[in-house]
């Protein structure tokens, strides 16, 4: 898949701490910080917003290649909250690891599981700002065996007639984690101790210490953070906190400037007389995913119907920035919105958008545009639509694909959005994301 889906998978820095707090509170939260924000480690400031759009879009057409693969790759109480702080793709969140602390920034990433760093030593590393971490300098390291229920949990590959997870020269769980876009970590399984500054902290958590390691489109940071539903992501391993979080994504405008939360436990509940839920749907073919029942769009007055339902035919992905719909329909959804504005729509060269206009002020009357989840109707705005990809072009936010169905996050701007894995559902509430 060709799409400017300017993956928006979240950075997390990590920061260790050793204690564990047996008093933490039912949840916490945590900065989101976007990449290209000047708050940001990565931070250009010689970068244009060409230039920031194209190698968001280059990030999320690999992030796009990695769910087309997915499916044939073997993959397998407190209160906690963090700052997240807004790039076109990428944000950025605070967390801890090991004893004594370590301060690393790592992607944290919705659409896989396994939580895994640099570590030294490292015969092939990709390069990061920091040094490597390294598990001897931690006291509250553990290498867990290789028959380990942990290691077992772990994907079955087979990788250049090697089998993984295999045992190594200690017995320790040696692992293989591979990502459609060419990224993987080869490295040991093992337990640490994470932290989020003083809100809550957990020991024994697993994570993978990577020797061997790519990590394309992301290199300097040190690692990755899995949120799926896996039994290894973190949002899978916070113990009494409870498996729940949600976050508030402000517009585009905003994200430059202003940072958000992404909320873990109790204080990830949204509550009012707005919110609206649906059911996750269990897949075993990509457990990792959060799939929903997409029933339709309305436009206007018309209504198009999705006809494969019932299994799971959307994934909601806070990491894939534009919504891919099935061919058919995506081309059904498009003419009706084509005929809505009626303006002269503009062919932009070099790119996989399909339906843009030169003129903002030629979109302002878009049409009423509601998406139908099972149990859930979500009416969108302009904003979530459509998407500047220069100064003076926007083009709809959403693509075709004969792969993977995605609900992208420009359709979430404006949303508080809550992942309950243990009442298996997703819900949403518009709200002003400024103000969270």
């Excluded at 873990?264 to 749907?281: D, H, Q, Y």
């Excluded at 018309?302 to 006809?307: A, C, E, G, K, R």
């Excluded at 926007?394 to 609900?407: E, N, R, V, W």
């Amino acid at each position: 898949m060709h799409a400017h889906l300017h993956s928006f998978a979240l950075i997390i820095l990590l920061l260790s701490t050793f204690s564990v707090n047996s008093n933490a509170k039912k949840g916490f939260s945590i900065d989101l910080v976007h990449r290209d924000s000047p708050l940001s480690p990565f931070y250009n400031s010689s970068m244009t917003h060409s230039e920031r759009v194209q190698n968001a879009a280059l990030r999320s057409i690999s992030r796009a290649n990695r769910f087309g693969q997915s499916s044939s790759m073997a993959e397998t109480s407190e209160l906690v909250e963090t700052d997240i702080i807004p790039n076109d793709a990428n944000y950025l969140m605070k967390i801890s690891v090991g004893t004594p602390p370590v301060e690393r920034w790592a992607v944290a990433d919705t659409g896989s599981d396994l939580i895994w760093f640099q570590c030294s030593p490292c015969p092939q590393c990709y390069p990061q700002n920091e040094q490597l971490f390294d598990p001897k300098s931690s006291s509250t390291y553990a290498s867990l065996s290789c028959g380990s229920e942990q290691c077992k949990s772990l994907p079955q590959v087979t990788v250049q007639g090697q089998s993984y997870p295999n045992c190594g020269t200690s017995n320790e769980c040696m692992y293989f984690y591979s990502y459609g876009d060419g990224s993987y970590t080869i490295g040991e399984l093992g337990t640490e101790s994470l932290s989020f500054g003083q809100a809550a902290s957990f020991s024994k958590r697993v994570f993978g210490c990577g020797h061997n390691n790519n990590l394309a489109f992301y290199q300097n940071t040190a690692g990755l953070v899995g949120l799926g539903q896996g039994p290894l992501s973190l949002v899978s391993q916070m113990g009494n906190v409870g498996r729940k979080f949600s976050y508030c994504l402000p517009p585009i405008s905003h994200q430059q400037t202003t940072s958000t939360k992404l909320r873990f436990g109790e204080e990830a509940t949204i509550s009012g007389n707005e919110v609206v839920s649906t059911p996750l749907i269990p897949r075993s073919d990509s457990p990792t995913y959060y799939y929903l029942n997409l029933e339709g769009i309305t436009v206007g007055q018309q209504t198009v119907p999705l006809t494969s339902q019932g299994n799971g035919n959307i994934f909601i992905d806070s990491g894939t920035t534009l919504t891919m719909l099935p061919t058919s329909f995506y081309e059904q959804v498009e003419a009706l919105v084509r005929q809505a504005i009626g303006a002269d729509q503009l062919i932009v060269q070099n790119s996989d958008s399909k339906l843009c206009y030169t003129n903002a002020n030629s979109i302002q009357n878009v049409p009423t545009f509601v998406v139908h989840f099972t149990g859930a109707n979500l009416s969108l705005n302009r904003q979530n639509i459509f998407r500047f990809i220069s100064d003076d072009v926007m083009c709809l936010a959403m693509l075709p694909t004969d792969g993977k169905s995605i609900y992208g996050n420009v359709a979430h701007i404006d949303f508080e959005v809550e992942y309950d894995l243990d009442q298996k559902k997703v819900s949403f509430a518009p709200v002003d994301c400024t103000k969270q």
